[in-house]
């Protein structure tokens, strides 16, 4: 089974969301590996997505939130993994983005497609 690494300091994983007039779960939703199970791990912070990537390694995904509440955002989270990627010479997991900003949207997307041209 893959493991989703889920970085949102709000929203709960397995809650249900409404997407079409359908109840489904957050990573159901949201999981970059559509229509598979996966073994959710849920971080809050920049100290603990950090944390954890350093005692487990990568995971298989990652679903990014931006906004969360402290002064460290999902965007520097995404910074701190391409730096971590290019010094242990890994390829970036797969991802999906949550964040309903769309600016860091853009800023995260803008930074993988980058650090993906660079590696390649």
Same mark, same amino acid.
Request: glycine share 4%; with cysteine.
């Given at each position: 089974?893959?493991?989703?690494l889920?970085l ?7 809650a ?8 489904y *779960?957050? @990573? ?6 559509k229509?598979?199970?996966v073994? +959710?791990v849920w ?6 997505? +950090?944390?954890? @990537?350093?005692?487990?390694?990568? $995971?298989?995904? @990652?679903c ?16 701190w993994? *391409?730096?971590?990627c290019?010094?242990n010479?890994?390829?970036? $997991?797969?991802?999906? @983005? ?11 997307t803008?930074?993988?497609? *980058?650090?993906?041209? +660079? +590696?390649?």
């Amino acid at each position: 089974m893959k493991t989703v690494l889920w970085l949102d300091d709000y929203r709960n994983p397995h809650a249900k969301c409404v997407k079409s007039g359908f109840f489904y *779960t957050w @990573i159901e939703t949201y999981s970059p590996f559509k229509d598979e199970e996966v073994d +959710v791990v849920w971080v809050k912070d920049y100290d603990e997505f +950090v944390e954890h @990537i350093t005692t487990n390694g990568l $995971p298989d995904g @990652i679903c990014f939130d931006n906004d969360l509440g402290k002064k460290l955002e999902g965007y520097d989270c995404a910074k701190w993994l *391409t730096n971590y990627c290019l010094d242990n010479k890994k390829q970036l $997991p797969k991802y999906s @983005i949550q964040s309903d900003n769309c600016a860091a949207y853009e800023n995260i997307t803008s930074l993988f497609n *980058t650090f993906n041209k +660079v +590696v390649d």
